[in-house]
């Protein structure tokens, strides 16, 4: 996390929740100038480890730290802005257990913002064969739901040169060698405010850049150089957007993936469940 202050209580208290409860939480604070860690260590629980820092590193060197501290068989990671349903690990576990080939394993995830408004569904083809069926186009794969192999992460660590795409990269990179699927059930709530020019911007060429590098190596140059150009005129309607004032349209466009009623009643009771809990616990937060 980095200035997590205003959503770690949320994230902490979905892990709390986990209906397996055999885990370690590692925090990483990566320069933070707010008090999330204060607000952290006030949960007391045992299992959650900080592990504060006065300099930021980024996400990439970040999370290979977290992997070099993982006690555990497998490795899951979120975000400081996520939360998980109740029911996260246990499902992932047991696709996992129950298919030994199986490196990598992430999930659907509900799109949310503000106070658990629903903006659109992520969703993603289930099978390693379909993941990476368009490489160059960015494989479809939500990170903050990643649960996999220990073993696997370290094998394969983060690029800590890329402050954006290190997910991509790494997928990129270890796609041949690896076996990754995707549980077709909603197992996160992510959040997404807006749409950001900068990191849109910054996403797109950094991507470019290892579509590039890839393409050096495998040699299919005309492919990566007709998905660079893809990238970036999908990046016109973003602009546009902004400038005329419909991003909110816009946001809810990316993600147009609808949720059935009981999704939605889900979601619903998981954020009202976690919502109540942090406002009862507020006056003795302060």
Known sequence: MRDGDATIEAAIRSVIWQTFEDWELILIDDGSRDHGAARAAKFGDPRIRIIRHEQSRGLAFRLNEAVGLARGEFIARMDVDDICYPERLATQLSVLQSDPRIDLLSSRGV???????????????????????????GMPFLHPAWLGKAAWFRRHHYDETLLTAEDQELLLRTAACSRFATVDKILLGYRKERISLSKGFWGRLTYSRIIWRHARQSGAFARAAAEIGIHFVKFIPEIAAIIIGVDEWLLKQKFLFSMTLEETARWRTIWNAISSKIENAAPSAN
């Open 111 to 137: 799109v949310f913002r503000r106070q658990g408004e629903i903006v659109g569904v992520i969703s993603a083809p289930t099978t390693h064969e379909e993941i990476v069926a368009h490489p160059y186009k």
